[in-house]
């Protein structure tokens, strides 16, 4: 039986130099299984007048304006986050190469993308479901990129002495957070900012949200972990007169009593899992669990 043609989206962080020779092998890997290759425009310029690389590309997109079996995205966990907002709706499985240290969902190492593509050419490859959260403001404020895989942080403004933050919970009164900030992660995104700040770690497919205060002006305050498919309403105070809401980081001004509502989102985000790719074996070496040998 004859293979179909794959197609891959390559996205990739314009802001990684000398990367060229792990590129360049992805690069080599897709034409040699004579896959379709359509790449982000801002990258395909990155690679040919920056990194001098040449891309046989069979097409140039922007915006959402592309269609693949998958998506590559080459560099961290943030650039895989920023894939993943490009790809919203469209249900395309994203396959996150590491340019850098290993990442929870950039887990594939340039090394082993033959491999890789091998395994996907072969349908030999899991799928995780990743949920999102989706963020709404009075206003709009957040225009396209109201989704997050990580988490969505409500945070004072650098100079401003704390917040205060009433939680709803579908509709029943939770709490008023007086703290610098409060993060509300998905189980993607437990492992990253809301860990720091002493969040629980949320294995992922659990059909769960966390709630953890940024550093609480009350200790007997503690993460809360809530079902997916609750609503949850934040109304903020501040002498300043305003906050932040930062989306997977990126962040935006709000006024004081604009009011935010986050929900699970309509979609979910695709992940491609090489199936010898365990989440355990990830965590326990990000973690650095068992790495003293007493």
Known sequence: MEHRRLRFALFGNIY?????????????????HDAELYVDMEYYYFLKDN???????TKVFTGDDF???????????????????RVGHKDIPILGVNMGRLGFLADISP???EHC??????????IESRALIQVEADGNLLGDFSYALNDVAILKRDT???ISIRANINGQYLNTYQADGLVVSTPTGSTAYS???????????????????????????????????AVVDLDVESRSHN?????????????????????RAPYDVKVVKRSDHRYFNTLREKMMWGADSR
């Open 16 to 32: 990684q130099a000398r990367k060229s020779a792990s590129i360049q092998k992805v690069l080599s890997c897709i034409a040699n």
């Open 51 to 57: 990194q001098r690389l040449s891309v046989n590309a």
């Open 67 to 85: 269609d693949a079996d998958f998506v590559i995205s080459m560099g961290g966990d943030g650039t895989f986050l920023k894939a993943a907002s």
């Open 111 to 113: 090394d082993d993308i």
């Open 117 to 126: 593509i091998n395994a996907l050419a072969q349908d030999d490859f899991a």
């Open 160 to 162: 401003a002495s704390m």
């Open 195 to 229: 860990l720091s700040n002493g969040g629980p770690i949320i294995v992922p497919g659990t059909k769960v949200f966390s709630m953890t205060a940024v550093a609480p002006h009350s200790l007997n305050v503690r993460p809360i972990v809530i079902p997916d498919s």
């Open 243 to 263: 906050f932040l809401v930062a989306i997977d980081g990126r962040s935006e001004k709000c006024k004081e009593g604009t009011k935010i509502t986050l929900r």
